[in-house]
């Protein structure tokens, strides 16, 4: 059922704010640190697992897959919510981390590609000898 996925994507949710303010708590700020980044790790690993046990079917992963469709839009309603004028007023750090962050991911990209370059070359040098 469709309200399978939808519960343990709330339970993950839950679990994961909860994460994300102990975090905040330890490292001291008011904040919830990474919630909701927590919450879809959780969601990742748990419905792999309900998968790979035949636990998880095909209708409580379309109650998931709604709400992974909805994922990009939260974000960026809870993003809106960030006091971000404050951050940049409070120093360069802010817009360091974000600099220094896009930077990294884009230098990443060829790497990532690579990988994913030698499987599909291994899978295609393998498809070729079996004459396909």
């Known amino acids: 059922m469709i309200i399978y ?6 339970i993950c949710t839950l679990i994961g704010v909860f994460i994300g303010d102990l975090l905040g708590v330890a490292i001291g700020v008011k904040a919830n640190v990474g919630g909701v980044g ?14 790979r046990r035949g636990k998880f079917g095909p209708l409580p992963a379309q109650g998931v ?5 909805m994922y990009i839009p939260v974000v960026v309603a809870m ?3 960030q006091n971000v004028l404050g951050a940049v007023k409070g120093g360069p750090m802010a817009i360091t981390a974000g600099i220094l962050a896009t930077v990294v ?6 790497a990532i ?7 599909r070359q291994t899978a295609l040098s393998a498809n070729a000898g079996q004459g396909k």
């Open 105 to 110: 991911c884009f230098a990443l990209i060829p």
């Open 5 to 10: 996925g939808v519960a343990l994507l709330s």
């Open 113 to 119: 590609d690579r990988i994913g370059l030698s499987k």
């Open 79 to 81: 993003a809106s919510q």
């Open 38 to 51: 927590f919450a879809m790790l959780l969601l990742l690993f748990a419905s792999d697992y309900l998968q």
């Open 65 to 69: 897959s709604f709400w992974t469709a």
